[in-house]
């Protein structure tokens, strides 16, 4: 068991389009908390291959260029989670 200072990203939640366009309003549509972001990956449903990540986005859709780990950790203590 760790700390409340030792956070850890769960992003094992999966969803599957078939295009760019169609993940995207996915993101748009979605109710998920203030502390979340998306991962966009691409891969070939049989492959046994990793996904190659195409990029991160905010809750609205707008790109992120990296994930924001510590700027979703500060909105999450700051609504009394800890």
């Given at each position: 068991m760790g700390t409340?200072?030792?956070w850890r990203a769960d992003e094992m939640v999966f969803?599957?389009?078939t295009n760019m366009n169609k993940a995207l309003e996915l993101i748009k549509k979605s109710h998920v908390v203030r502390w979340s972001w998306w991962e966009i990956q691409v891969q070939d449903m049989n492959s046994l291959e990793w996904p190659e990540h195409v990029g991160y986005y905010g809750r609205r859709g707008g790109k992120l260029a990296?994930?924001?780990y510590?700027?979703?950790v500060e909105i999450y203590k700051k609504e009394g989670h800890t």
């Open positions: 409340p200072q030792d969803y599957t389009c990296n994930p924001p510590e700027k979703c």
